[in-house]
């Protein structure tokens, strides 16, 4: 008796988090799940809303846009983000503070940040005044009516802005985790700089890597926030923008709240796919596993 | 001209900062073993570091076969090198980490695997190329290192304190086996550690290092038994060497060396030496193993003070007595001869041998 109490006992501490998870976690989603597959009128479906989706306005898009967004900003903020963590881990004169200044924009909040290049995008904004200050251009760029491709480079721009501190700094944990010796080794075996970046620093710095493309990915499939604020809603579609949309800017109609069910269930798939496809490809596993004797 | 000279070698860190490594002089010939040995903040390690071109030098020059290297690259220079912590690449299998020089080399695959087989063969490592560090003990990847460094077949085989994280029985055994690797391939070997019964164990010569300069070159007997200043006395031997403040006595044609608790005549041997010291204050030391006891308390030749035994620590094959003479609380006696001696027994010492050394106060140089 006294034995299996001992043995219950973390499941009972652990009891309240259950009920947690439970009421406010699986009840939403297993309600929004099922939202997807009810159609108007009250009855099973399993295509009625996915089909509305699929005609619905702005959808690929949106599908489009998303894939192009998490594509381009996650390998542009993991370029940048690396070659400063590579260049703030050294010491030199002033290292510190540039580390300070780099990491600026992880402190204001999306409202701000919003605000802030907005402020600078308006045809009179700071942005067009320094450019033609510095006679990089003539006449001033009419930056908030981009459309398209180019609204979505925008986006990227204030995203990389935003986002690659954090990369840089989970980066630059991981380069100071590693061992100086390891590096010292291959150089007196005749590595050179590039060959030590390539064949010691990254591959042991992917696991860091890996885990922090991951949490990028997922967030960049869920932009929404920053193409609203900065440009209004359907200027620059996405997947997350198209439920926001559903819910915010048209609520009541019957189909928007189901466009933004099944969109959430999209974005789900999306975001579950892509992990396990990162996961794949980048033979995380492989350290772990390791090889077998001869 | 010897295989390795370091002339005038200098290290600081900084501008003004102070000499890490200061003047240091050194030939190495070809095949040696030497050890560095110093306590930490001696030197020993900047002056590897320096040799493999992982620092820079301030100053002197460092030539191999007569070729200045401290302008090459490390590639160049044909060292490798053993780093305290192994620095195995835990991303890479055991064949690998050991491939790794070779595939820099871009030298063609199946010499690479012929030369991977036989350097892990020489450390009895075959069997597991394919495992990953991860999953290997501490002396097993210590292994993987030593058969990085032979692989390469370097001129000058570099060993940075490469046994200090190993445990204390697996220390020992790798010793050994690390002076059978370099009896087999012959390399000049540089082994660096603050451990001096792995340098006394293993070195050819050992150059004992003290706040950036060397105190003292030789073979492990001649810097034990003839140790060139205070410093080695103490630094090298277990239980250490026991110091005593004496002042130096002329009477007559005999010379005493006199002291708290203590009076011992000189042997003739050594006056001509200590003839500049009567009336002086030296320091007198006398390792453990070269105080001579008696439990009667007879008096022979070599006498040099009645004492009281404190303690007694018997360590099997002999016992360590710890008495008081004088100032010197701590004096440690080893001894084969009297280990059935009990604790209060009040004994006579003796100096076998004439073994005593007689320091300066100043220069703390050997007075010989």
Known sequence: MHKNMKKATPYLLLFPIFIYYAVFWLAPVASGIKEVFVGMDGDFTLTENLKLMFRSDLFSESVLNTAAFAAISVVLQYVIALVLALLLSRKFIGSRFLMFISMIPMAITPTATAILWKTGLVKDGWINSLLMGLHIIDNPIVFMNAEGFQAILLLIVIDTW????????????????????????????????????????????????????????????????????????????????????????????????????????????????????????????????????? | MSYLEIKNLQKRYTAKGPLIVDNMNLSIEKGEFIVFLGPSGCGKTTTIRMISGLEEISGG???????????????ERGVSMIFQSYAVWPHMTVYDNIAYPLKLQKLPKDEIKKRVQAAAEATEIQGLLKRYPAQMSGGQRQRVAVSRAIVVEPRLFLMDEPLSNLDAKLRVSMRTELKRIHTKQGSTSIFVTHDQ????????????????????????????????TRFVAEFIGTPPTNFFDASIVREGQEIYARGEGFDYKVPSSLHSALAGYAGKEIDMGIRPEYIDILPDQRKQDGYFCDARIDFVEPQGSHSILITEIGANKNVKIHTVDHMDIKQGTKVSCHVKNGMVMFFDKESSKRIK
């Open chain 1, 162 to 294: 935003t986002v690659t501190p954090s990369v840089m700094i989970i980066l630059i944990a991981g380069l100071q985790g590693l061992q100086k010796e390891l590096k010292e080794a291959a150089y007196t075996f005749g590595a050179n700089k590039w060959q030590i970046l390539k064949d010691i620093t990254l591959p042991i710095l992917r696991p860091s890597i890996t885990t922090s493309v991951i949490m990028r990915m997922i967030a960049a499939v869920q932009v929404w926030s920053i193409a609203v604020m900065v440009l209004g809603y359907s200027k620059a579609p996405f997947l997350v923008e198209r439920i926001a949309f559903y819910v915010d800017a048209i609520p009541g109609v019957d189909t928007s709240t189901k466009l933004a069910y099944t969109y959430s269930f999209l974005t789900t798939i999306v975001v579950l796919l892509a992990t396990v496809i990162y996961l794949r490809v980048s033979g995380r596993n492989k350290i772990a596993a390791g090889g077998e004797d001869e």
């Open chain 2, 61 to 75: 020059d460092i030539t191999v076969d007569g070729e200045s290297i401290v302008n090459k690259l490390p590639r």
């Open chain 2, 197 to 228: 019964s792995e340098a006394m164990s293993m070195a050819d010569r050992i150059v004992v290092m003290y706040k950036g300069k060397i105190e003292q070159i030789g073979t492990p007997m001649e810097v034990y038994q003839d140790s060139a």
